[in-house]
């Protein structure tokens, strides 16, 4: 069974109300060395997420132009340079998952919104968790006698309904080898692409043969 997001996330997360203040979130992201936390409201429910990103927009703040208009203008104007508290400079809605989801569904969803980390929400849209891009690598460190044994005992026995017996199966750090005589070509490539996801392979090599079509 791979593993869903509720099994390699984190319970303890470094959260912050939609009122705390600007040198309060500063603290927490520092104090924590983490570079984003999320935001949430008194029934913790997820609203937001502040980064450092937001943060810089006040460090990054132009100077005030000359002029009493144009002045007046910038000095109402609210954008995140302005905001004092977390909930002023959050983005939202925030990027998050749900704790059932595939570990795989984190690592894509990361790699699509180009984010270190998701916060994990229950169905009624509160914060349970946090899952970052280590905690999705870890499934690569599952060992090696559980990868052969999903292969041959789920993968080959249960799945494809093969002989075990009549299979070459070796795995070395997360490299998967198998050899052996199936039907046709299909079967074998059907039978690679399961392996090649099965949690914690690293690659695989075939050393599989079948029948060449007449």
């Not at 104090?31 to 460090?59: F, Q, T, W």
């Amino acid at each position: 069974m791979n593993a869903s997001v509720r099994d390699v996330m984190s319970h303890r997360v470094i959260a912050l109300r939609g009122n705390a203040e600007f040198k309060e979130v500063v603290w927490a992201l520092r104090r924590y060395r983490v570079s984003a936390c999320p935001v949430i409201d008194d029934l913790d429910r997820l609203i937001g997420v502040v980064s450092e990103a937001d943060l810089l927009s006040k460090a990054a703040d132009p100077e005030l132009p000359t002029g009493l208009v144009r002045l007046s203008w910038r000095l109402a104007e609210h954008t995140k340079a302005t905001a004092i508290t977390a909930e002023e400079l959050m983005t939202s809605p925030a990027i998050a998952i749900h704790p059932g989801a595939p570990v795989a569904e984190a690592a894509r969803l990361m790699q699509a919104q180009q984010v270190k980390r998701l916060p994990v929400v229950g169905q009624d849209g509160k914060l349970v968790g946090i899952v970052t891009r280590s905690d999705v690598l870890s499934v690569f460190e599952r060992p090696d006698s559980d990868i052969w044994e999903e292969i041959v005992k789920v993968v080959l026995d249960e799945e494809y309904a093969l002989d075990a017996e009549a299979f070459d199966v070796t795995v070395r750090s997360g490299i998967v080898t198998i050899g052996g005589q199936v039907d046709r070509r299909e079967t074998a490539l059907s039978m690679l692409g399961r392996v090649r996801h099965a949690e914690g392979v690293v690659g695989v090599r075939d050393r599989l043969t079948y029948p060449k079509p007449s």
